[in-house]
């Protein structure tokens, strides 16, 4: 008897290993099937919860490990073992002079008035760092030569020391790298022991404060990092698993094994940039290209701004904050990362009234324990969860789809000692304040960091996810000037669909300075089509087909003289001379949009070249799978008034306080029903709520609609 | 505004601050010069229609915020309501207006709504170059330091006045940074108007003075209830400074007199010859700043927080110069101004405030010519020392204070100039001893790159004079600089054959506490990490440290050294 062949590996599957959960996705691309697992993380041992969940999802639905094509895998691994200072036993080598770079920093402060300031510790404490002599120049010329015998000593010593990665960060090795290189081959001779990262190959740009912290921190984790990922690629092979095992990247790429154990710092933050590629996914597919993500939970909000189907991409970050919100109170990463601001603003965030008898909310959260007052246990602080009660955007009865009932007299009294009172004004009020300067603080920080990023934010439609975010996703929309509101269907299931809405993409740029007058054509040619040509091979030794593949090509601009450029789209096609005033009007155009007035009548140049080389956009039809619409009712105008299940009371402030307000059944709302706002929209994780007068229809892809005028 | 509840009233409040951020980051985006979009030397504020300042961005500089909100006013004499029109732009350098030196230029916009001005924006930042004599503290006059601009317009209905740019552009070292850093401060305000705009439209507002009355007297009621927590009396100390050609007394009495404050500075020097002189506005502001962070860090800076605040300073003193006094180096002693305070207010604010800081922050600018090109190059580095121990924590080394002033990376610094920077190191035993150490100062050494002469124009200080201890803390080291190893006037421009090095070693923080209560194992900690010697443990805590690893090793891990207890013991028994 002969068995029947297995049917050709084409599965494709996401896992996340989070602080709490390992979730996992698995996907049929031919069907648009999936099926979802979730299990508690195993710190010790990460690898065993990959193959339980693994093995729990694909099991029960009649599924194979051999059967898996490609294998997407994020881990927040890399951050905890920063934060929590677990990482390899490092030394730091820098040019003469330099040791303390890392100590000295930005010499500001990030609070001005703070007396008892704190500035973060670096992850190489001072007796661990060690000045080589040596110097390059800016040019790249050799002012004093690597003393070889002394690094040669150095190197023995921290071995015999048990000293286990080395970290190599000497000044303008960005701009020639020799003196590092032979550094490493002197430790790799007499010190094999030791991990070395080079600063040239992990992050080869100016700034020897943030090259060398980044360096470090790529060192002190690859230990870690490799031991995990091979652990897991070898329970991988024994469970049968033969297709490609990718890591998603910090910047939303993904990389093989082999990369990611290289360059381990490329992993920081690969969870929270998930949520925002499936924003990207659901916008593409609904044909908003331009967008800005907004996912908020029990405590923090996440904002990230897509633009042009792309997710923005910063070139720095910070790890370990003193103050987790404020920025410059972390260690600096130089690193390409999906760019996310996080707000303390979230469900469990507390209300009080400050010494200014003003009220503030968060950043101190009730986290899950105790939760917010309405949850019952024990929670004596009011937060904005218990405000959303009071003002009838929960329902007490139905809230995680009936599975936790609310206590809402709880909520009110906490609302009304902790907050009416002192303040002089009814419950009501205070819930509405509450929620309205929640709202606010995120609009606040989402404007600013907007423009940080030379984006206009009443361009960008808001998408709202994550538990919290479409109860206040409306508010937010308003205040911003957002031109529309989204809120998709199964908003819980968003993180993990991430991993497989990328594309298989490579980045590149070359810093090729060049007046815009005067620039050399064909050189500025040849280096687009270098990159494309490096693109193209990477993609297609990667399994796809040369057809499929795009490349998108960016000039940064800026005028002669300024320290920030600003992205501009290039046309398809050979570039030439006459394109020189389109491109300047386009420069132009985007420069007045972002900062109102022209620069000064000064030449504009190009500083970087852009390519980014993607295969096909992966196709995802989840939400079909997710609808549990049984009624096969189809009728848009029908399944509105089936979807009506009944009104409540609901707190709008255009409505001059309470007003009764039709409550619709998320799941049977059909693609083209429209009604009008005042309206509440549930399902079991989230709830919409949309204001008065406003215009909500379903699209295609079931998403939430709200057009803002 | 009596519909304005507090709820509205917040909502509308952090707006305000949002806005002024989100001039802040459009300044730094469009900047020419280092200084402001890699030091953030700079500020930026919304203000009301009668020239009340009622919200500041994050950052900045004490020194460019409350100048700024002072010159606001000499805008609106110069310029009333009526004599301005959509697109108008003013500015001005002049240092008796608005920051204290001609290299600060400060750009005003009015918002116009319809036809009507609804607010101001203003921010101020520091020019490259500003002509005169290179930034230092040599001049005997105002008029040697470069280029004074009085109240004008820098934008006509929306076009640049070209004529002001040309005489700016012909008078400076940097015309297109200078240039392009006035357009940038244009853009910054026109950035904050927008968004203003918005906001009114979205709230429904006419005017946003009654929003700013009552964001100004609850700012002015928080700043109060601080101060009336204080015991009343009068608390007086002094500070030296360098100075020029002889040092410089600052002298402080604070009187708190139930909810005001009084600063007063009688007593101290006379105004100087030389470029360090101090205009009022200057002096107010690092004043005012210095109260607000003892007395009420956590409420937004604002016109009602200077309102409680009463600075006096003799007129003709260095504290308020009189014209044509020179100014470009005021920094040099109005940084001073906080760490005198705090010295004053110590014994009425137990527990709260720090030692004194190396305070000035260092600015040294260099010149020369790049040896391929012939090309003259110019280049400002910002240098900072250490901060004052705390009661429950150390001082922070290589910190800024009183200034928010960002340093500039070696590597960024080579490449805008001919010139090396030979080392940049924490200097071992220069944070004071105390049971909270203070911050370390720093050793930094420049050299030339090029063939022909250079020029260094170092403006420090604190070389003379240490930063304090607080209860019983020791002072911090003082601060160096040298050419060729010697020490030299550290005010002064000097030219140099190619071969010369440049020391530049800010000072460090006071301690905080007797040396004595020092935690042995924290003194043990700084010894392993080298931010205090073996013969300073055991010089200025009484703790004796033993190394225990190979004498010749490079490698010196915490198990190579212990704490001599019995020693200790008997050494510390010898301190009081």
Known sequence: MTKPPEPSPHYRVGVDIGGTFTDLIVVDPQTGHFAIGKVLTTPAAPSAAVEAVLLDTLTPNGMTTGQVQHLIHGTTLVTNAMIERKGARTALLTTQGFRDSIEIGRENRYDLYDLMLEQPRPLVPRHLRFDVPQRTLATGETLVELDEAHVARLAQELAANGLEAVAVVFLHSFTNPAAERAARDVIGRVAPSLRVSLSSDVAPEIREFERASTTIANVYVQELVETYLHGLEERLRRLGFTGSFFLMLSSGGIATVETASRFPVRLLESGPAAGALAATAYGNAAGYRNLLSFDMGGTTAKLCVISDGQPLIAHDFEVDRVYRFKKGSGLPIKMPVIELIEIGAGGGSIARVDALGLLKVGPDSAGADPGPVCYGNGGAEPTVTDANLILGYLDPAYFLGGRMALDLEGARRAVKQKIADPLGLSIEEAAWGIYQIVSETMSNAARVHALERGKDPRRFPLFAFGGAGPMHAYRLALSLGSPALLAPLGAGVMSTVGFLSAPLSFDFVRSWPSQLGQMDWAQANALLAEMEGEGQALLQASGVPATQITHRRAADMRYVGQGHEIPVPLPDGPLHADLALQLLAEFERVYQELYERLGPPVPVEVLNWRVVSSGPQPELRLQTAINTNDESSTDANASVSTARKGERQAYFPECNGYTNTPIYDRYRLAPGATFNGPAIVEERESTVIVGPGANCRIDEQLNLVVEMN | ?576
């Open chain 2, 1 to 576: 505004m009596s519909s304005l509840n507090p709820i509205q009233l917040e909502v509308m409040w952090n707006r305000l601050l949002s806005v002024a951020n989100e001039q802040q980051v459009a300044l730094m985006r469009t900047a020419f010069s280092t200084i402001v979009r890699e030091s953030q030397d700079l500020a930026c504020g919304v203000f009301d229609t009668r020239g009340f300042m009622i919200a500041q961005s994050l950052t900045g500089t004490p020194g460019h915020i409350n100048p700024m909100a002072t010159g606001a006013k000499h805008f609106l004499h110069a310029y009333p309501p009526e004599t301005l029109r959509p697109g108008d732009v003013l500015v001005t350098n002049d240092p008796w207006m608005t920051a204290g030196q001609v290299n600060d230029f400060t750009v005003m916009t009015p918002v116009f709504r319809g036809q009507t001005i609804v607010g101001y924006f203003a921010n101020c930042c520091h020019a490259p170059d500003i002509g005169g004599r290179v930034l230092s503290a040599e001049a005997r006059e105002v008029y040697e330091e470069g280029l004074r601009v009085p109240i004008m317009k820098l934008f006509d209905r929306g076009e640049p006045n070209h004529e002001l740019l040309k005489i700016v552009r012909a008078n400076v070292r940097t015309p297109d940074e200078t240039v392009g850093d006035l357009y940038a401060q244009t853009s910054c305000n026109a950035v904050g108007a927008r968004s203003l705009l918005q906001m009114m439209d979205e709230f429904n507002l006419e005017s946003i003075d009654p929003l700013a009355d009552e964001i100004i007297s609850r700012s002015e009621r928080a700043m109060r209830d601080g101060i009336r927590q204080l015991p009343n009396g009068r608390y007086s100390h002094e500070v030296w400074s360098d100075g020029f050609e002889e040092p410089i007394r600052i002298c402080v009495t604070v009187t708190i007199a139930d909810a005001d404050i009084y600063i007063d500075f009688a007593g101290s020097s006379p105004q100087s010859s030389r470029g360090i002189n101090v205009v009022m506005n200057y002096t107010h502001g690092y004043a005012s700043f210095a109260m607000k962070a003892a007395v009420s860090p956590e409420v937004p800076h604002n016109e009602g927080a200077f309102r409680p605040v009463h600075v006096t300073a003799p007129a003709g003193s260095i504290l308020n110069c009189k014209e044509p006094a020179a100014v470009a180096s005021r920094h040099l002693i109005g940084h001073f101004l906080p760490s005198a305070i705090f010295g004053a207010l110590a014994p009425a604010l137990p527990g709260k405030l720090m030692a004194g800081s190396a305070d000035p922050i260092w600015l040294n600018i260099y010149r020369g010519t790049w040896p391929q090109t012939g090309k003259p190059s110019q280049v400002t580095v910002f240098l900072v020392g250490g901060t004052g121990g705390r009661a429950v924590k150390d001082g922070l080394n290589t910190t800024g204070f009183p200034s928010g002033v960002a340093g500039v990376p070696a590597e960024v610094i080579e490449t805008l100039a001919p010139v090396v920077q030979m080392q940049r190191t924490l200097r071992t035993d220069s944070g004071g001893a105390g049971q909270f150490r203070g911050g370390l100062g720093q050793a930094t050494q420049m050299r030339s790159r090029g063939a022909d002469q250079w020029s260094v124009s170092p403006m420090v200080d604190r070389t003379q004079f240490v930063a304090q201890g607080l209860e019983g803390g020791q002072p911090g080291a003082l601060g160096e600089f040298k050419i060729n190893g010697e020490s030299r006037q550290p005010k002064m421009v000097y030219w140099m054959e190619p071969d010369t090095t440049v020391d530049l070693n800010p000072p460090g923080g006071g301690g905080y506490g007797a040396p004595g209560q020092r935690d042995p194992q924290a003194v043990l900690a700084d010894v392993v990490n080298g931010y205090v010697s073996i013969e300073g443990a055991a010089r200025d805590y009484g703790v004796v440290i033993r190394f225990t690893g190979e004498l010749d090793s490079l490698v010196r891990l915490p198990e190579h050294y212990a704490v001599d207890a019995a020693a200790t013991q008997e050494l510390r028994s010898t301190f009081e």
